[in-house]
């Protein structure tokens, strides 16, 4: 359906460049380039909506008292012919063998193969409805969203950034993808499906354990299936002749909340079925307040190229006075831990060398005897 409703605004695109070729006057006008814009955009608003016509699933927190009792539970699960293991991972927020070990877990009263049945976020959103591709990223409820032309078309579990490295809220967008990445700060990391969107804070989707929790270092962790769907699926940024990025040319991202930390609960658990919590966004998405994020969490060596530095240097303050960051928390300092293992071995190396260098100069009493 999506595909369709791609190709109609192509459609309306193509004939309008055509039709421009066709006239009379060689250069296009901007008053004509406006109205093929507005022709395209037009087409868009007679798609079809993707209406939340699913039925309604309740959810029950389900405690264990021991191992065996998981164990049985899970296995009168796995039997059921429409059993999804994916569906308990989305609503649980961490992956399978975590779900294999809690102590409680949110299962559902029906399964189905899709996740969109039980997204937290509408089927429609509707001031995205012109916008081709945009990303939701819920804090709050540790999941996420992808839209097109307004339609919901990925709903999938995330982990985001621990309370001393949160993944602040604001509108970032996709800029570079890399199919495996040693992470910049400690490159004993590896990160598949890596999708940055914020170059100088390192922030990025990518395929890491998702333990049910904020648990990144400002990372938007993935299972590995919904990591790749990203990779493949979104657009990076545009770059000039030059080989510039152009600014706002990938995919939009907004994080439109932040994690209660401190709290005793995961917000998540406390759904009671799939109608009772839809996430309210944002009226104007491409309007959306631009990040916070603190200086402290941006390398030493990079911050001198920062284009706003003053905004990077009052954003913890700011983010303390918006609740955010919660008093008394201490933010962890971006450290390259790369750099360090570097100095550590090159310190190593010199050692070493002047050991043998000592050795080399300490002459063997007994063949000193012999020389004599």
């Known amino acids: 359906m999506l595909k369709l409703i791609k190709s109609i605004a192509y459609i309306f695109l193509i004939f309008s460049l055509i039709f421009n070729f066709s006239c009379s006057d060689s250069e296009v006008t901007d008053k004509q380039d406006n109205l093929n814009k507005e022709k395209v955009l037009d087409s868009i608003d007679l798609l079809p909506k993707f209406l939340d016509t699913f039925p309604k699933i309740n959810y029950n927190l389900i405690k264990f008292n021991n191992n065996t009792e998981r164990k049985n539970f899970l296995d009168s699960l796995s039997k059921l012919p429409n059993f999804n293991k994916y569906v308990l991972v989305t609503l649980n927020r961490k992956q399978w063998s975590f779900v294999a070990g809690s102590s409680e877990i949110l299962v559902p009263d029906q399964f189905f193969d899709s996740n969109l049945p039980y997204s937290i976020f509408p089927t429609y959103y509707e001031a995205a409805s012109k916008i081709p591709q945009i990303i939701i990223v819920s804090n709050r409820y540790q999941a996420m969203a992808a839209y ?70 400002s990372c938007v962790r993935m299972m590995m299936d919904d990591a ?138 007994e063949q000193e005897e012999g020389m004599q």
């Open 148 to 217: 097109e032309y307004g339609n919901l078309v990925k709903f999938s579990p995330v982990n985001s950034g621990k309370e001393k490295t949160q993944t602040y809220p604001g509108k970032y967008s996709l800029i570079f993808r890399q199919r495996i990445r040693h992470s910049s700060i400690d490159s004993n990391w590896v990160l598949n499906y890596y999708f940055n969107f914020h170059p100088q804070a390192g922030m990025a989707f990518h395929e890491f354990t998702l333990p049910g929790y904020p648990a990144s270092h």
């Open 228 to 365: 790749k769907w990203v990779y493949d699926w979104g657009k990076q940024t545009k770059v000039d002749t030059s080989g510039h990025r152009i600014d706002n040319t990938g995919t939009p991202v907004l994080i439109v909340d932040h994690y209660p930390f401190g709290a005793e609960f995961r917000p998540w658990i406390q759904i009671a079925n799939n109608k009772d919590l839809k996430v309210q966004l944002p009226d104007n998405p491409l309007e959306f307040d631009e990040p916070l994020i603190p200086i402290i969490q941006i390398p030493q060596e990079i911050r001198g190229s920062l284009v706003n530095r003053q905004r990077f240097e009052i954003a913890e303050d700011s983010l303390r006075k918006l609740g955010i960051i919660r008093q008394g928390i201490v933010i962890t300092p971006s450290v390259n831990f790369n750099k360090l293992r570097r100095q550590k071995e090159a310190e190593e190396r010199r050692k070493q060398a002047e050991l043998e260098k000592l050795e080399q100069q300490t002459t063997d009493p």
